[in-house]
T-cell receptor, first 115, second 111 residues
Framework: GAVVSQHPSRVICKSGTSVKIECRSL??????MFWYRQFPKQSLMLMAT?????????EQGVEKDKFLINHASLTLSTLTVTSAHPEDSSFYIC???????????FGNGTRLTVT | DAKTTQPPSMDCAEGRAANLPCNHS???????VYWYRQIHSQGPQYIIH???NNETNEMASLIITEDRKSSTLILPHATLRDTAVYYC????????????FGKGTRLHILP
């Protein structure tokens, strides 16, 4: 089946630095990918829709200058958390739709800890 | 996306069938019912989806009422590994349609 790979699975960074998270569709092309964030004991919150070759569409309340999304190819989308702060510590998850009428598939998430 | 309503938590004995309900009374004619689950510290895993007919795969069965206003996900023989948060989602089969997650049902499988 369709596989979505996320890297890294865990990252610890210092406050003020930037962190890049990669999301790859391994065996299919994805023109659209989605980025979610999840805080402990809460549901997934959609952050943005990543479109190949064009600008991402951000959900209300998500700072586009802080969460930079690049979808430069049909198999790779990246999320960069810029000038990270401790409140950005969270579980970030990407997803992409499989080929044809396949459902949305999710990566295994990236746990970001900002110290 | 149409809203769904699920119980916040459920318990099920190991080896028994787990029946997880979902209400989606405002579902549109072109919207499918999807079920995902999320095991702790992992990304959501696709389970099953359907439009109006009942569906079965190696993981579960999906029963959709005739009026399509509710559905039930059935795990026929629950194991401890089925402990997870289960999300019921309705959305059209559209390649750009985003998925908005509700709070889901936290299923506890009891040994």
């Amino acid at each position: 089946g369709a596989v979505v790979s996320q890297h890294p699975s865990r990252v610890i960074c210092k406050s003020g630095t930037s962190v890049k998270i990669e999301c790859r569709s391994l065996d299919f092309q994805a023109t659209t990918m989605f980025w979610y964030r999840q805080f402990p004991k809460q549901s997934l919150m959609l952050m943005a829709t990543s479109n190949e070759g064009s600008k991402a569409t951000y959900e209300q309340g998500v700072e586009k200058d802080k969460f930079l999304i690049n979808h430069a190819s049909l198999t790779l989308s990246t999320l960069t958390v810029t000038s990270a702060h401790p409140e950005d510590s969270s579980f970030y998850i990407c997803s992409a739709r499989g080929p044809g009428d396949s459902p949305l598939h999710f990566g295994n998430g990236t746990r970001l800890t900002v110290t | 996306d149409a809203k769904t309503t699920q119980p916040p938590s459920m318990d099920c004995a190991e080896g028994r069938a787990a029946n997880l309900p979902c209400n989606h009374s405002t579902i549109s004619g072109n919207e499918y019912v999807y079920w995902y689950r999320q095991i702790h510290s992992q990304g959501p895993q696709y389970i099953i989806h359907g439009l109006k007919n009942n569906e079965t795969n190696e993981m579960a069965s999906l029963i959709i009422t005739e009026d399509r206003k509710s559905s039930t996900l059935i795990l026929p023989h629950a194991t401890l590994r089925d402990t997870a948060v289960y999300y019921c989602i309705v959305r059209a089969m559209n390649r750009d349609d985003k998925i908005i997650f509700g709070k889901g049902t936290r299923l506890h499988i009891l040994p």
